[in-house]
C-alpha cells in the first residue's frame, strides 16, 4: 500500500499551493480566500522512486463555531488518522498565530511523524529570523519552503520519504490470490470477510466506516492460498457522511493496487451510488480483475424480474466495465458466498490470458474484413498487425499507419471481438496504438 501523507494547518498559510507543486497538477483551487478547500482533496506523487499519496486538507480552525469550518476540522483529523507522514505547515509571514499553537498541540497527540513547514520564505540562502519563533510550537526543526516557487521543498521530501516503512515485497509467493474487497462505507465488506473466514476477525458495526484501516486476513481454500485485504471504511463524525463516504476511497486505492482480483461490493438495498462508480472506476483504471458483488440481496424484497431489473441497473451504472460479472449474495447468512472462489479463480486466468500472434491476427484480420476502419480526408486506417505485450491486464499492441485515424468506436469494436473469440470476462482490455516504425503515440 502507498504511504499517505496529509498537509494540514490553519487555513491560507499555503497548503494547496504546495499541494500543487508536489504533484505537479493544479487539483486544488487556490485563492486567497481562507478555507477554499473545504475537502480533503488527494493525489498520487512520486519522490525517489517511492510512490505516496498526498492528501491536501481544509485549513484546521481549532475554536471555530462556524459549522463549514468545524467540518473542516473534523476532515482534516480524519486525514491525520490516515496519514503516515504528516505535513504541518505555517507561515512565515504571519508569525506563530495562536491558531498555530492549537493545532499543534492536536499533532504532539498523534503518534505520527510530524514535519514543520514554514511556508512563503521566497528568497534562497539563510532563513529569516522570524522562522526561529516556531521552535516553540514543539513539533521539532521547522523546513523553510516557499510553495509557489519550490524552494525547499526537495529538501522536504526527502525526509518525508525517510519516515516511510519499507516497500512491501507481494512476490514472495507468487501462488497466493491477494483479494480486495472494496466498497463504500457499510456495504458489507467485514462481514463478507468474516463469513468467509469464519470468525468474527473484523469488527463488524452498522456505524459506517467501523474499519479505519485494510486488513489482511489469509486464508486457503481447496490448496489455494488467498490474502483477502478488508478495505478502510472512514469513521462517520458529525454531519460529514457525504465527505466520510467520498474518501474512504482513499485506502481503498492502496488495496486495489496490490490486488490481484478486487470484489466491488454493493449495498443491494441502496443499488448503484456515485461512490461506487468511482472506486469501480479506479478497479478498472488499474486493470485490475473484478467481480461485481451484489450484497445483502436477502433484504431485497423479490418479485418475477428482480434480479433481471438490478442487472440493468449495474450495467447502467458501471457502463464502462460490462465486462465484470455480477453475483447475489447475502454475507450475513452465506447465500452464494462459496461460489465467489471458483469466480476468483476464473477472473484472475481471464486477467493473465496470453493469446498467441497468430491467433490474434487471425481474428483482427477477420473483424476487419466485416467491418471496415474508419477513414477521414480519403486516409483510411490500416492495422498491419497485433501482438500481445502483457498482461494484468491483457495488453495489445496495433501497428498502424496512422495513429489519429484509430478512432475510440473502433478500437472499441475489436475489444468486442476479441471477447467474443476468446471470453476475457472479469477483465478490461488494453490496446496501445503505435505507428509502424515509429515511437508511441
Not at 462505507?185 to 463488524?204: C, D, F, H, T
Not at 452498522?206 to 472512514?234: C, H, L, P
Not at 448503484?272 to 445483502?296: F, M, P, W
Not at 486477467?351 to 471496415?372: C, F, H, P, Y
Request: proline share 4%; net charge negative.
Amino acid at each position: 500500500m502507498k504511504p499517505v501523507v496529509a498537509v494540514v494547518g490553519r487555513p491560507n498559510v499555503g497548503k494547496s499551493t504546495l499541494f500543487n507543486k508536489i504533484t505537479g497538477k493544479r487539483i486544488s483551487i487556490v485563492e486567497d480566500t481562507p478555507g477554499i478547500t473545504r475537502d480533503r482533496i488527494y493525489a498520487d506523487a512520486e519522490w525517489c522512486g517511492r510512490e505516496f499519496t498526498l492528501i491536501d486538507t481544509g485549513g484546521i480552525e481549532p475554536d471555530s463555531k462556524d459549522i463549514i469550518l468545524s467540518q473542516m476540522r473534523e476532515q482534516a483529523n480524519m486525514a491525520v488518522d490516515m496519514a503516515d507522514v504528516i505535513l504541518f505547515m505555517v507561515n512565515v509571514r504571519d508569525g506563530m498565530t495562536a491558531a498555530d499553537k492549537e493545532v499543534a498541540a492536536m499533532l504532539q497527540k498523534c503518534g505520527r511523524p510530524v514535519l514543520l513547514v514554514c511556508n512563503k520564505v521566497d528568497n534562497p540562502g539563510n532563513p529569516p529570523m522570524e522562522m526561529y519563533e516556531f521552535y516553540n510550537l514543539g513539533v521539532g526543526d521547522p523546513f523553510p519552503v516557499s510553495s509557489i516557487h519550490g524552494l525547499g521543498v526537495g529538501d522536504l521530501l526527502d525526509e518525508v520519504v525517510s519516515y516511510f516503512p519499507p516497500e512491501e515485497d507481494l512476490s514472495q509467493d507468487e501462488n497466493v490470490i491477494h483479494v480486495a474487497i472494496v466498497g463504500k462505507p457499510n456495504a458489507g465488506k467485514s462481514s463478507l470477510v468474516n463469513r468467509i473466514l469464519g470468525e468474527n476477525r473484523v469488527i463488524v458495526s452498522s456505524i459506517a466506516g467501523t474499519t479505519r484501516d485494510a486488513i489482511d486476513s489469509n486464508y486457503e481454500k481447496d490448496g489455494q492460498k488467498y490474502v483477502f485485504i478488508d478495505t478502510a471504511g472512514m469513521r462517520k463524525r458529525g454531519k460529514i457522511d457525504e465527505n466520510v463516504e467520498r474518501y474512504s476511497v482513499v485506502r481503498a486505492l492502496g488495496a486495489v493496487d496490490r490486488a490481484d482480483v478486487c470484489l466491488i461490493l454493493i449495498d443491494a438495498t441502496e443499488g448503484i451510488t456515485e461512490q461506487d462508480t468511482k472506486i469501480a472506476g479506479y478497479v478498472h483504471d488499474q486493470g485490475k480483475a473484478s467481480i461485481v458483488v451484489v450484497n445483502k440481496w436477502d433484504l431485497v424484497e423479490k418479485e418475477t424480474n428482480t434480479m433481471k431489473n438490478f442487472q440493468n441497473r449495474v450495467k447502467e451504472g458501471l457502463n464502462f466495465m460490462m465486462y465484470a460479472p455480477s453475483v447475489y449474495i447475502s454475507a450475513k447468512t452465506g447465500q452464494r458466498v462459496d461460489g465467489l472462489f471458483q469466480g476468483i479463480q476464473d477472473v484472475l486466468e481471464q486477467n493473465t490470458k496470453r493469446i498467441s500472434t497468430g491467433l490474434l491476427n487471425d481474428v483482427i484480420n477477420e473483424a476487419i474484413a466485416m467491418v471496415q476502419p474508419p477513414s477521414d480526408k480519403g486516409k483510411r486506417l490500416k492495422i498491419y498487425y497485433a501482438t500481445q505485450a502483457g498482461v494484468k491486464p491483457p495488453t495489445f499492441v496495433l501497428f498502424v499507419n496512422n495513429a489519429e485515424l484509430a478512432h475510440y468506436s473502433y478500437i472499441r469494436y475489436l475489444e468486442n471481438q476479441l471477447r467474443a473469440k476468446f471470453g476475457f470476462e472479469g477483465t478490461p482490455i488494453k490496446f496501445i496504438i503505435r505507428e509502424k516504425n515509429k515511437g508511441d503515440q
